[in-house]
């Protein structure tokens, strides 16, 4: 059996009376980037949203290194070692590149020990480090939004749509860094761009209507043109 970082086990997640998550399994082996796939309304967010604790599952399991996260805070979630860059970014606008990444410290002393490491990761924040939020681009905010994941010590990485709305030279810049991030950390991506994801990934989950459909190796999916038509609709 692999050495999985995370094991999500039937979870059935409502939002208000809709049921939105019916009984979702995904495994994340430690080391890798996995990545869920599924049409828009698939339910790919809400799964990353019901790891984290913000739409909470009403059954199901989800283990986190071996500790049940069910049940748990969002805050409790995160000083456990999870990161997570939501979608559309949710960055402080008003407030410094600075600032942003300074509220994201769970320790005294996170962000100069990581400091360095996302200047050369993202070198735009280094030139933009006292603008405000709301001043950069698309793009830099992206940037800046997967740069406060990565001041804690986190263990792995819930990363969100990162490509959506960008253009591709940024999309670009990303995959890379999403490349050196997985050298040091464990990454569970949604993304909706098949072309960044099948480049990027080790494996992946199909999610359709709320559930898991197809898991297996990324290199194995990209020759299956009839899957990928079938639940992702890319020709």
Known sequence: MADNILEVSGINTFIGQFHILEGVSVSVPRGSITVLLGRNGAGKTTTLKSIMGIT???????????KSLVGRRPYTIAKMGIGYVPEHRAIFKALSVRENLEIAELKHGDLER???FIFELFPDLKRLYGLPGGKLSGGQQQMLAVARALV????????DEPSEGLAPVIIEQLMHAIRVLAEK?????VEQNFHMASKLADRYTVIDEGR??????????????????RYLGVA
């Open 212 to 229: 898991d459909v197809h898991t297996g190796i990324m290199a194995d999916l990209v020759k299956d043109r009839a899957l990928i038509q």
């Open 114 to 116: 990581k400091l360095d």
């Open 56 to 66: 909470p599952p009403r059954t199901g399991t989800i283990m986190f290194e071996g």
């Open 185 to 189: 950390t464990t990454v569970l991506l």
């Open 152 to 159: 804690p010590d986190n263990r792995l990485l819930l990363i």
